[in-house]
């Protein structure tokens, strides 16, 4: 379910978030699966168990990140293997690429978070990275620059509605345009 709720709170809560072990629930036994018994994690979220996993959510917030009130949106709430999982976004993101992003798990019987996973130390792996120089040409003027380097090659392709290959074609290109400085260069592949 998509939520789209900004979390604030007013006081964080001063002691640690203790993480627990997930333990996946994924075995079904004979009589579960032929008596067609619906999965739990098939089952909505409620409007009062949004709510409760709201609360979850903030009250982690408050206790793993305290100062961030009003940094984090409450993107889904769905159900898989057992949990509730929560994703949050920040609301103000560093990287162009890549977001921020935590993930929380919930149990489903006490409504508390048990453990989360945060983007953040992924993220960090590319604070090393030199940035890109400025763009000083237009996907256009690129575009005309490899237009005569473009390779159309003939190519089967399995159609499984007529059940036979098709002639198609595949366009690639050996190619590319620096950005930076409008020049061509040939890939390395």
Not at 8 to 23: M, S, T
Not at 82 to 103: C, D, M, N, P, S
Request: contains cysteine.
């Amino acid at each position: 379910m998509t939520m789209e709720q900004t979390i604030f709170w007013d006081e964080p809560i001063n002691e640690p978030f203790q993480a627990k072990e997930i333990k996946w629930i994924e075995d079904i036994s004979a009589e579960q699966a032929f008596s067609c018994e619906p999965s739990p994690d098939s089952f909505p979220i409620t409007g009062e168990e949004q709510e409760k996993c709201i609360k979850a959510v903030t009250d982690f917030l408050r206790q793993e990140y305290p100062s961030d009130s009003g940094n984090w949106v409450l993107k889904h709430l769905y159900r898989d293997k057992g949990y509730i999982h929560a994703t949050l976004k920040a609301v103000k993101q560093e990287y162009q690429v890549f977001q921020r992003k935590i993930k929380v798990w919930i149990d489903p019987k006490s409504f508390q978070a048990v453990n989360y996973m945060d983007s953040n130390l992924m993220l960090k792996t590319f604070d090393d990275f030199q940035r890109p120089d400025k763009v000083t040409i237009s996907k256009e003027e690129a575009f005309e620059k490899l237009r005569d380097l473009f390779e159309l090659k003939p190519y089967y392709v399995y159609d499984f509605k007529q059940k036979q290959y098709v002639l198609c074609g595949k366009l690639d290109c050996k190619y590319g345009v620096n950005a930076a400085n409008g020049r061509t260069v040939k890939s390395l592949h």
